[in-house]
Structure formats: structure tokens, C-alpha cells
T-cell receptor, first 113, second 115 residues
């Protein structure tokens, strides 16, 4: 059974804190993605990675960074959390051969107070 | 840059009816995939159907089918004989196949099936 696991389902952090959201996949996928989901805005791509140590900016990278030191793990970092980063964060992975679809984690609902 | 647009924020139909969700996209790529994903209240994203751009034949999966119009850059989802379990958010998505494979989503359509 394929799996994408996000480290937390719910998270509450204070403004200014450094926040790490972790995502691990067990399918040996090359591609990994981080999205935020907000009502009316759908899923917006923050960053993605197509290989170890490789990353590309998505549509809304400001205020975020990522790390991919190992193929199975893709971390999203909020350098200094702000209230406007309160959102649902979704991680996904897909193989380079996209005859298989992307698989998603269960999401992390982050609240910044 | 690729963009995906879903112009229907919400839709509501009666059980057993047929419903069509709209999606348009913009790209200069020639090789790509299109997807419809479903997100029920559990939040878990589930693939509904997938279409390869090089295939002219529209994809079908049981009660779900697409109308893929490549020249018009349109990719609508038809759900036949709708069921209460089809109630969910539906997202249209695009992935280019060349270079860095970016997966881009639309704004979503909230579909409610009424008994």
C-alpha cells in the first residue's frame, strides 16, 4: 500500500517561530510537492522537487523554503511564521513516469497565533 | 506558466442525476497529463480519472468520464448516476511531462449530491 506521511495532522505555532513540516514517501518517487490549500483558492504550489537536493519554486514561494536531502523526505520550512501562513498544507509525490498519478499525504492544518 | 481554471465554485444536484464539472487550462506545452482529483471531508485526495494529452480518446472510469478538447484547452468531468458518496471537492490538475514536472491545480468545485 503506497504511502505519503506528513509528520503532524494539526499544529499550532506562534508568530515568529521557525516551523518544519515533514513529508515522507515510501514509493521511491522522484517528484515531491508542497501545496497550501485555502477556501476558494484551491491548491497552490509552494515548492516542488524532482530529485535529491533539487528544488523549484512554485507559484507562492515567498516566506517558505524547502529541503530534500534524501529521496524519500521533503521538508517545508517556514523561516518566521506569520498569521497569514495559517492554512492547510498538503504534500504529494509522483514518479517521473507519470503513468501513475500523484499520491497525497493526509494534510497538516497549521494555525499561527 | 501553466494555469488551471475551474469556474464553478459550487454545484448541487439530486442523487442519480448527471453533473458536469468544467475545467480549462493554459499551457504552451504539447506533452502533458490532466487529472481530476476528489477530496472528501476526510481531506484525503483521491484520483478520479487521468487523461494523457496525446490520446484523442476520452478517458472513462465507470460512472466518470471526461470531455477532453485539446485545441480549446478544456477538460470537463461528467459524473453519471451521481451518488451521495460523490459529495466532495473536485480539483482539476495539469502536469507537464518535459523538464521539471510541475503539478498545478485549479481552485476546486464543491459538489453536493442531495438525496
Amino acid at each position: 500500500d503506497v504511502k505519503v506521511t506528513q509528520s503532524s495532522r494539526y499544529l499550532v505555532k506562534r508568530t515568529g517561530e521557525k516551523v518544519f513540516l515533514e513529508c515522507v514517501q515510501d514509493m521511491d518517487h522522484e517528484n515531491m510537492f508542497w501545496y497550501r490549500q485555502d477556501p476558494g483558492l484551491g491548491l497552490r504550489l509552494i515548492y516542488f522537487s524532482y530529485d535529491v537536493k533539487m528544488k523549484e519554486k512554485g507559484d507562492i514561494p515567498e516566506g517558505y523554503s524547502v529541503s530534500r536531502e534524501k529521496k524519500e523526505r521533503f521538508s517545508l520550512i517556514l523561516e518566521s511564521a506569520s498569521t497569514n501562513q495559517t492554512s492547510m498544507y498538503l504534500c504529494a509525490s509522483s514518479p517521473r513516469d507519470t503513468h501513475t498519478e500523484a499520491f497525497f499525504g493526509q494534510g497538516t492544518r497549521l494555525t499561527v497565533v | 506558466a501553466q494555469t488551471v481554471t475551474q469556474s464553478q465554485p459550487e454545484m448541487s444536484v439530486q442523487e442519480a442525476e448527471t453533473v458536469t464539472l468544467s475545467c480549462t487550462y493554459d499551457t504552451s506545452e504539447n506533452n502533458y497529463y490532466l487529472f481530476w482529483y476528489k477530496q472528501p471531508p476526510s481531506r484525503q485526495m483521491i484520483l478520479v480519472i487521468r487523461q494523457e494529452a496525446y490520446k484523442q480518446q476520452n478517458a472513462t472510469e465507470n460512472r466518470f468520464s471526461v470531455n477532453f478538447q485539446k485545441a480549446a484547452k478544456s477538460f470537463s468531468l461528467k459524473i453519471s448516476d451521481s451518488q451521495l458518496g460523490d459529495t466532495a471537492m473536485y480539483f482539476c490538475a495539469f502536469m507537464n511531462l518535459q523538464g521539471a514536472q510541475k503539478l498545478v491545480f485549479g481552485q476546486g468545485t464543491r459538489l453536493t449530491i442531495n438525496p
